[in-house]
């Protein structure tokens, strides 16, 4: 046996057959007991198992009739909320589903039908861009509602296809399964790759959730995160339901409201990223409370680092136990996880394998000993065997997927992740590839070259920045090209900072050394250190510094780059309105990044400084 395989065995496969389907499994729940709670609306009102059976059923047999395929694919951009996983369900059932974020911009939707080449599209608003730019495109269009009360839904317009779309070249695996879950995500190159994730990967991902979580019939999960995304719609939802459980998944996420659903919903468990626990964190120092319910067994955090201080403090707040895990979006989300108390969890470690095998190589494919840092690769039920359409000639090593992550493994067999080949950046949960935000930067009539880079951030993972070089004798303002960028750009693509060189770094052949680059700008990105002057900027510099926790930073410094996130400008905002009495909009503060910016426009607003506490 490799020396990284599982430690766990092969728990994970326990009561499952590899030919079983998603809709079989949650089959044999609505059999024992489908009238119990599958998916929470509200506090008192559910869909029961067997509904929710129904309604996915519905919505199927629409998808068949409208596509006229015979295994459609299926594109669903998803919205926030639990009557997503309606959509979903019944996309599977008939075919395939390819889960988009139903946020996408008009540009980014033509971009993502055209490489998933779907033969229906679904979507539960119709007046939607996702909608609009299908019909444009002549493809067909069922479109649902959710009845008031969530247990049924209705298809209410059907939209047949203008155009015959082609999708069968693309359709299947070479072993001729046709995947449950189609998704675009990044390699090496940061060249957007098909993932086809089959029903036998994704059962085996909720059954690797099942055995580290010690899910249960009586479990109830919460989440806040969005479900076109493997963390949301695999990890929570579809884990939940696999074991026969119950979910809430947030329409929207503030601090207020969640620890308003934590309350209603009595969770046993909850699952986010890193940058909503610390907004939690943060929410409840702020306060000067801690949550009012004690139901929790544990809690996940995935999709970034988090930070093992950040764990000690979450535990303590939550009084349970936090498993940080690893997974991709090639591994239906979760493979590693840390272990319920009595076994180990190791703060700084994703955990050990579950149920599959894990090696670390070096560049040449050797395998290393505990201790070395290497590339992990992995192989297992869970595991794709093979992307979909083009092959990456580097994709696989004797049958293990590259996962471009570098780590070591310690002598207890727990992962521990380093840095990544990758060029992709993982921005709070979001797969941001730096060649689409090149692109976007180079339409900018200014900008003659440009890169986009990553550096760490303490909520998001990583942030996204980028430098650019302006065509001779054009003066350009950093903030026109974001502006520009936003209007092509989903809002967590666009970078937050954006430094004006003289020349971008390259190798010998012209190649843009994308990963020295904030090394080679270091001294343009440290804090300018900026002391304020002013009453405005004094109290504002303050401000900021309590709630990004930080004593380096001066006026003339960007927030977002040194530690604020959405949430945490949710929260100055506040403050500012309590003390300034005047509300700052998150759009004004994303304007007005520096704290001598927002000084500028309170003072233009003629606030009250005397209504200021000494």
Same mark, same amino acid.
């Given at each position: 046996?490799?020396?990284?395989?599982?430690?766990?065995?092969?728990?994970? $496969?326990?009561?499952?057959?590899?030919?079983?389907?998603? +809709?079989?499994?949650?089959?044999?729940?609505?059999?024992?007991?489908?009238?119990?709670?599958?998916?929470?609306?509200?506090?008192?009102?559910?869909?029961? %198992?067997?509904?929710?059976?129904? $309604?996915?059923?519905?919505?199927?047999?629409?998808?068949?009739?409208?596509?006229?395929?015979?295994?459609?694919?299926?594109?669903?951009?998803?919205?926030?909320?639990?009557?997503?996983?309606?959509?979903? *369900?019944?996309?599977?059932?008939?075919?395939?589903?390819?889960?988009?974020?139903? /946020?996408?911009?008009?540009?980014?939707?033509?971009?993502?039908?055209?490489?998933?080449?779907?033969?229906?599209?679904?979507?539960?608003?119709?007046?939607?861009?996702?909608?609009?730019?299908?019909?444009?495109?002549?493809?067909?269009?069922?479109?649902?509602?959710?009845?008031?009360?969530?247990?049924?839904?209705?298809?209410?317009?059907?939209?047949?296809?203008? $155009?015959?779309?082609?999708?069968?070249?693309?359709?299947?695996?070479?072993?001729?399964?046709?995947?449950?879950?189609?998704?675009?995500?990044?390699?090496?190159?940061? +060249?957007?790759?098909?993932?086809?994730?089959?029903?036998?990967?994704?059962?085996?991902?909720?059954?690797?959730?099942?055995?580290? &979580?010690?899910?249960?019939?009586?479990?109830?999960?919460?989440?806040?995160?969005?479900?076109?995304?493997?963390?949301?719609?695999?990890?929570?939802?579809?884990?939940?339901?696999?074991?026969?459980?119950?979910?809430?998944?947030?329409?929207?996420?503030?601090?207020?409201?969640?620890?308003?659903?934590?309350?209603?919903?009595?969770?046993?468990?909850?699952?986010?990223?890193?940058?909503?626990?610390?907004?939690?964190?943060?929410?409840?120092?702020?306060?000067?409370?801690?949550?009012?319910?004690?139901?929790?067994?544990? &809690?996940?955090?995935?999709?970034?680092?988090?930070?093992?201080?950040?764990?000690?403090?979450?535990?303590?707040?939550?009084?349970?136990?936090?498993?940080?895990?690893?997974?991709?979006?090639?591994?239906?989300?979760?493979?590693?996880?840390?272990?319920?108390?009595?076994?180990?969890?190791?703060?700084?470690?994703?955990?050990?394998?579950?149920?599959?095998? *894990?090696?670390?190589?070096?560049?040449?494919?050797?395998?290393?000993?505990?201790?070395?840092?290497?590339?992990?690769?992995?192989?297992?039920?869970?595991?794709?065997?093979? %992307?979909?359409?083009? +092959?990456?000639?580097?994709?696989?090593?004797?049958?293990?997927?590259?996962?471009?992550?570098?780590?070591?493994?310690?002598?207890?067999? %727990?992962? %521990?992740?380093?840095?990544?080949?990758?060029?992709?950046?993982?921005?709070?949960?979001?797969?941001?590839?730096?060649?689409?935000?090149?692109?976007?930067?180079? =339409?900018?009539?200014?900008?003659?070259?440009?890169?986009?880079?990553?550096?760490?951030?303490?909520?998001?993972?990583?942030?996204?920045?980028?430098?650019?070089?302006?065509?001779?004798?054009?003066?350009?303002?950093?903030?026109?090209?974001?502006?520009?960028?936003?209007?092509?750009?989903?809002?967590?693509?666009?970078?937050?900072?954006?430094?004006?060189?003289?020349?971008?770094?390259?190798?010998?052949?012209?190649?843009?050394?994308?990963?020295?680059?904030?090394?080679?700008?270091?001294?343009?990105?440290?804090?300018?250190?900026?002391?304020?002057? /002013?009453?405005?900027?004094?109290?504002?510099?303050?401000?900021?510094?309590?709630?990004?926790?930080?004593?380096?930073?001066?006026?003339? =410094?960007?927030?977002?780059?040194?530690?604020?996130?959405?949430?945490?400008?949710?929260?100055?905002?506040? /403050?500012?309105?309590?003390?300034?009495?005047?509300? &700052?909009?998150?759009?004004?503060?994303?304007? +007005?990044?520096?704290?001598?910016?927002?000084?500028?426009?309170?003072?233009?607003?003629?606030?009250?400084?005397?209504?200021?506490?000494?």
């Amino acid at each position: 046996m490799n020396r990284f395989k599982s430690l766990w065995g092969g728990a994970a $496969n326990l009561g499952r057959s590899d030919n079983e389907t998603i +809709q079989q499994r949650i089959r044999r729940h609505v059999e024992r007991r489908g009238g119990t709670p599958a998916v929470w609306f509200a506090p008192d009102q559910f869909c029961s %198992y067997s509904q929710m059976y129904e $309604n996915a059923t519905v919505i199927s047999q629409a998808l068949k009739s409208a596509s006229g395929a015979s295994i459609p694919r299926v594109c669903f951009p998803m919205p926030r909320g639990s009557s997503a996983l309606y959509g979903f *369900l019944g996309a599977i059932e008939c075919g395939t589903c390819c889960p988009l974020d139903g /946020k996408l911009r008009q540009n980014e939707f033509d971009e993502a039908y055209s490489v998933l080449l779907p033969d229906v599209v679904l979507s539960s608003e119709p007046q939607s861009i996702g909608v609009k730019v299908a019909a444009a495109a002549g493809i067909a269009i069922v479109i649902y509602e959710v009845s008031s009360d969530h247990g049924n839904c209705r298809i209410i317009d059907v939209k047949p296809a203008k $155009n015959v779309r082609r999708a069968d070249r693309l359709m299947t695996l070479t072993s001729g399964v046709v995947p449950a879950v189609l998704m675009r995500t990044s390699g090496t190159t940061a +060249q957007p790759k098909l993932v086809g994730l089959t029903h036998a990967n994704v059962l085996a991902a909720t059954d690797t959730m099942r055995v580290a &979580f010690e899910l249960t019939e009586s479990d109830v999960c919460i989440t806040p995160m969005p479900l076109h995304h493997v963390h949301g719609l695999i990890a929570a939802a579809l884990s939940a339901l696999s074991a026969g459980s119950s979910i809430h998944c947030c329409e929207t996420f503030s601090p207020r409201s969640f620890d308003q659903a934590l309350r209603d919903y009595a969770p046993t468990w909850l699952t986010a990223a890193p940058a909503l626990h610390i907004a939690m964190n943060d929410y409840y120092a702020g306060q000067n409370s801690t949550p009012s319910i004690r139901t929790l067994r544990c &809690f996940r955090s995935s999709s970034a680092p988090l930070a093992p201080a950040s764990i000690a403090r979450l535990e303590e707040l939550y009084a349970a136990p936090l498993l940080e895990t690893y997974g991709l979006t090639e591994t239906a989300s979760t493979l590693c996880s840390n272990r319920l108390p009595p076994g180990k969890r190791k703060p700084g470690s994703v955990g050990q394998a579950i149920g599959a095998d *894990l090696k670390i190589v070096d560049p040449e494919g050797r395998e290393l000993p505990a201790g070395q840092d290497g590339e992990v690769i992995l192989k297992g039920p869970g595991v794709i065997s093979e %992307y979909v359409g083009t +092959q990456p000639a580097d994709a696989f090593i004797d049958g293990y997927l590259r996962t471009g992550d570098i780590g070591r493994v310690d002598g207890d067999g %727990y992962l %521990y992740i380093v840095g990544r080949l990758k060029e992709v950046i993982k921005r709070g949960g979001h797969s941001v590839f730096p060649l689409e935000i090149d692109n976007a930067l180079l =339409d900018h009539p200014g900008v003659a070259e440009a890169v986009t880079f990553s550096i760490p951030h303490p909520t998001l993972g990583e942030d996204v920045l980028a430098a650019i070089v302006p065509k001779a004798g054009s003066v350009v303002l950093p903030s026109s090209i974001r502006e520009s960028a936003a209007e092509v750009l989903s809002g967590y693509k666009v970078p937050t900072r954006i430094l004006v060189v003289e020349a971008i770094p390259r190798n010998a052949v012209g190649k843009v050394m994308r990963r020295d680059v904030p090394s080679l700008l270091a001294k343009q990105l440290a804090p300018a250190r900026i002391a304020a002057t /002013k009453p405005t900027e004094q109290i504002l510099l303050a401000i900021w510094l309590e709630i990004i926790q930080r004593d380096d930073i001066g006026i003339t =410094d960007n927030v977002f780059e040194f530690g604020a996130d959405p949430l945490r400008a949710e929260m100055a905002a506040a /403050k500012i309105d309590q003390r300034f009495g005047v509300r &700052f909009s998150l759009k004004q503060i994303f304007a +007005q990044p520096t704290v001598k910016e927002q000084a500028a426009l309170l003072d233009n607003k003629g606030a009250q400084h005397a209504r200021l506490p000494a």
